[in-house]
């Protein structure tokens, strides 16, 4: 803030306490626009006529007679974006809860010696090759390839993010079932095997591999149950399923 400014604001203070700090009456043509009733009809189901769901700023500016502009303006000032959803679902798990505190205990206090890997999959990840050679960059040039391209099927990729280094473990692998979830647990356990000593007992209280996983099928069948954990003390931890969209 400039010093010129700090010394308007005082001497409209001093001169008028604080009224003087109220909007002074602008120039040109005062506001016509009834902000409360744009917003009003905004949080209101558009008429059947229109055929729609939702309004847009156009839909409504011709509906209230008035700017898209002016409904974009008064949409923005109040945070109002009709065109956004998402999605919620409602948890009837009377353990709800403790498997909040249980996952995010381990994000924010894991035990003392404990790792904690972050685990999930992306399933169909297309492997696509152009049908010619990509153009690479020239000057004035830039890189330039060919419109089609050929399938060379889909791959699953399997990551593991260890929380507090962000190391990843991945794997690729063609299909996304349990057996390849299971291939993919036994490659976590050999990427850490300091977490336990040759007799299967940890190396230090609290120590031990924690994962964190969604509820995804075959992160929950009994082949996968029954090959994890590898050590006693590591488990799994899965979120629970309600949470925002």
Request: charge should be positive; include cysteine.
């Amino acid at each position: 803030m400039s010093r010129p400014t700090v010394i308007a604001w005082r001497n409209r203070y001093q001169s008028k306490g604080l009224d003087g700090l109220l909007d002074a009456q602008r120039s040109g043509r005062p506001r016509h626009i009834d902000r409360a009733k744009v917003i009003a009809v905004t949080l209101t189901p558009p008429p059947k006529k229109y055929g729609v769901s939702h309004w847009s700023s156009r839909l409504l500016a011709r509906h209230l007679g008035i700017s898209d502009h002016a409904v974009a303006t008064i949409w923005r000032e109040y945070g109002v974006q009709p065109w956004r959803a998402r999605s919620f679902r409602f948890s009837t798990d009377p353990h709800l809860e403790a498997k909040v505190v249980d996952v995010v205990g381990l994000y924010l206090d894991p035990p003392g010696g404990a790792i904690v890997l972050s685990v999930d999959e992306k399933s169909e990840i297309q492997a696509l090759d152009r049908t010619a050679p990509v153009l690479p960059m020239q000057p004035h040039l830039i890189e330039a390839c060919s419109h089609d391209y050929v399938r060379h099927g889909t791959s699953t990729l399997f990551a593991a993010l260890e929380v507090a280094t962000g190391k990843v473990t991945a794997a690729c692998k063609p299909r996304h079932r349990h057996s390849e979830f299971l291939a993919f647990l036994k490659q976590i356990a050999r990427a850490y095997p300091d977490t336990s000593d040759d007799t299967g007992d940890s190396t230090g209280e609290g120590a031990g591999l924690h994962l964190i996983m969604d509820n995804y099928a075959a992160h929950k069948h009994p082949r996968s149950a029954t090959g994890w954990p590898p050590t006693p003390e590591s488990r799994s931890t899965s979120p629970p399923s309600t949470r925002p969209g």
